[in-house]
């Protein structure tokens, strides 16, 4: 969703603002635009367009300055239109934004300036409210006695007609981060978009303002007390950002996992058992708990089913896993014995965070799974344990589910150890099995080209159904998500034994169905369900676990033979790459999938 970029320095601001933005383009976006102060005019001009960043760099050749901000925006309040794209001015404040304002409406009254704006955003009543303020002398006072009238979450990136080279950031729960060299200083919605000029880089706390140039930043809340963020360092390589040799970076982050899967694992195991002292996780939370509650999102809620099923089974503690969206809503039980796990890639998903912060109101432990460093859900929780995916570009999440799913493997493995569920040869044979998941997600990877000759059987379906038991179910849960928003073919994933109770009507002559199969416990059961789809006519693609093959069963993939529980890495690849094969062949954009965001910042 919304991308904001900044900088004031000693370079042309606009080249490093349009390529900020096309590094932010991945969050999902409708349209650009830049503000550059402009020495000639003595002051900030803005140039902006609907549609993508390409044209606002054209269109922006000629811009001259060192100090800028830009912006990408995803649609809110208000059509995709160049008058509603950011920056917006009011006066002598230019702005963007990224966040809802909530009251924007009753602002705008207040101060009289409904029905005068030039656009139909809620960003724009904000530069109204602040120029309001602006007495020509102080614009932090300004921004801070603008906040106080604001209700909503926003980052903000902002300049001054009369402060030529100074930029402002301020955060009310939506991110930004900072960072600067020799050169000048940066600011953007992630650390994605300015990496590359410096590995050391803060996280601006939340409900703070700063006031940045080229040499100098000041922050301070909204009180006015000055504040020293804590300085974080980049842990990827940013040269490794590009798309490399692959068409599309799913395809790139798809090849990453054995990597980064063997990263997240490798770095917490000691002496062949599990820690989490690196991630400064207090162990009580592990067994002090009496029940877990995953909440999260999409693919990341995916990976808390997953995790569900293990820490039942290993650890005999009860877990719910929450829509993130609906869990406040669902009078859901919390107590102290609870401990909240939240899950995701962004660590900025707002339902995510919303529900975080509801749970962690309510006295529950907290726990997050988080991708990116610092992020707001990060921040909000009493531990946190980082996978170590790197940067997640394609909307489609493939190595950032396959990292959270190691890390509840991990968690399941402490757990289980630490309340004596699992005695140590025990968890330090769990841990080997885990060790085993890279090279068998590697051994799917080099099979690739099998996959893409089975996906040409889906290139003209319309509908597909996808069947599994026991733990394959949601891992065909999220090979279904992965088929729908990036091939556009509907897609439904059921627990075999469901289909009968209605669903089977669906299944006619030839509609594909893909068979997952790698529980030696359900073999049977998986079977007859199988047999009673091609009995209606439908064409199954098969994907077995080699060592559960027989004579019986058509097996068109053979999946690596890890034991049961660690099958669901290895099987997700598989269905990632039919997912993906069937969406380039079919010409798409496989990275940017219509209608979607990477950043989900609105509720
Ligand atoms: O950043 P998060 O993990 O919190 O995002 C959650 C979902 O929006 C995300 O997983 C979404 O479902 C992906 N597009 C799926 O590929």
Redesign the pocket.
């Known amino acids: 969703m919304c991308g904001i970029i900044g900088y004031t320095g000693y370079s042309q601001a606009r080249d490093i603002l349009i390529k900020g933005l096309k590094a932010l383009e991945y969050r999902g976006y409708d349209s650009a635009g830049i503000a550059v102060y402009n020495p000639n005019y003595k002051e900030v001009l803005v140039t902006k367009c609907s549609g993508r960043v390409e044209n606002l760099d054209t269109k922006t050749k000629e811009v001259r300055g060192v100090a800028g901000i830009g912006h990408t925006r995803w649609a809110t309040h208000g059509e995709v239109s160049d008058a509603n794209s950011h920056p917006h001015k009011f006066g002598d404040v230019t702005l963007v934004h990224n966040g809802i304002i909530e009251n924007y409406a009753a602002i705008a009254n207040q101060i009289g300036v409904a029905g005068k704006l030039k656009s139909q955003t809620d960003s724009e009543v904000v530069a109204a409210l602040i120029d309001k303020y602006y007495n020509g002398s102080n614009p932090k006072e300004a921004i801070i006695e603008a906040v106080k009238d604001i209700t909503g979450t926003y980052a903000l990136g902002i300049m001054f007609d009369d402060k030529p080279n100074t930029i402002y950031a301020v955060r009310n729960v939506s991110p930004i981060v900072c960072c600067s060299n020799e050169d000048g200083t940066y600011i953007a919605s992630d650390i994605q978009a300015i990496g590359e000029y410096s590995k050391k880089y803060f996280v601006l706390p939340e409900f703070s303002v700063a006031e940045i140039n080229a040499e100098r930043i000041n922050v301070v809340d909204f009180h006015g007390n000055k504040i020293e963020p804590k300085i974080l360092t980049l842990d990827w390589d940013i040269k490794n950002n590009g798309k490399c040799q692959y068409p599309f970076y799913m395809e790139k982050e798809i090849m990453e996992q054995p990597l980064v899967i063997g990263k997240t694992i490798e770095s917490r195991i000691k002496d062949n058992l599990p820690t989490f002292v690196y991630d400064a996780v207090n162990d009580n939370i592990f067994t002090d708990c009496d029940n877990i509650t995953v909440i999260?999102?999409?693919?990341?809620?995916?990976a808390g089913l997953i995790g569900k099923h293990l820490i039942e089974k290993f650890c005999q503690v009860p877990v719910t896993v929450n829509m993130?969206s609906e869990y406040m809503y669902a009078q859901p039980i919390i107590n102290k014995k609870t401990l909240v796990i939240c899950?995701?890639?962004?660590?900025?998903?707002i339902?995510?965070l919303e529900a975080l912060k509801y749970a962690k109101s309510k006295g529950a432990m907290t726990l997050s799974i988080?991708?990116?460093r610092g992020s707001a859900?990060a921040g909000e929780s009493d531990n946190v344990i980082y996978t170590n995916a790197g940067p997640e570009i394609?909307?489609?999440?493939?190595k950032?589910?396959t990292t959270?799913v190691a890390v509840f493997y991990l968690i399941t493995a402490a757990m289980a150890y630490l309340r004596n569920a699992m005695n140590k040869a025990q968890a330090a044979k769990f841990i080997e099995q885990l060790r085993k998941i890279p090279d068998a997600v590697d051994d799917v990877l080099k099979r690739r080209k099998d996959i893409h000759r089975l996906s040409k059987g889906l290139l003209t379906a319309e509908h597909t159904f996808m069947i599994g038991r026991g733990i394959d179910y949601p891992t065909l849960l999220?090979a279904s998500?992965?088929l729908k928003?990036?091939s556009y073919i509907h897609s439904e994933a059921f627990a075999s034994g469901e289909l009968k109770h209605g669903t089977i009507a669906l299944i006619t002559d030839s509609t594909p169905v893909i068979a997952l199969l790698t529980q030696e416990h359900l073999v049977r059961k998986q079977m007859s369900n199988i047999r009673e789809v091609q009995s209606r006519g439908a064409r199954t693609i098969t994907f077995v676990r080699k060592s559960l093959i027989n004579e019986d069963i058509k097996c068109d993939f053979a999946l690596p033979d890890i034991s049961d529980d660690f099958m669901p890495i290895p099987s997700v690849t598989a269905m990632q790459l039919l997912a993906y094969y069937v969406s380039s062949d079919k010409g798409l954009d496989v990275d940017k999938?219509r209608n979607?965001?990477?950043?989900?910042t609105v509720e």
Not at 296 to 302: F, K, P, S
Not at 343 to 349: D, K, L, P
């Open positions: 999260a999102c999409g693919t990341a809620m995916h993130a899950v995701s890639q962004s660590g900025e998903t339902d995510t988080v991708n990116v859900i394609a909307v489609a999440s493939t950032a589910y959270q999220e998500l992965k928003e990036i999938p979607l965001a990477k950043v989900v």
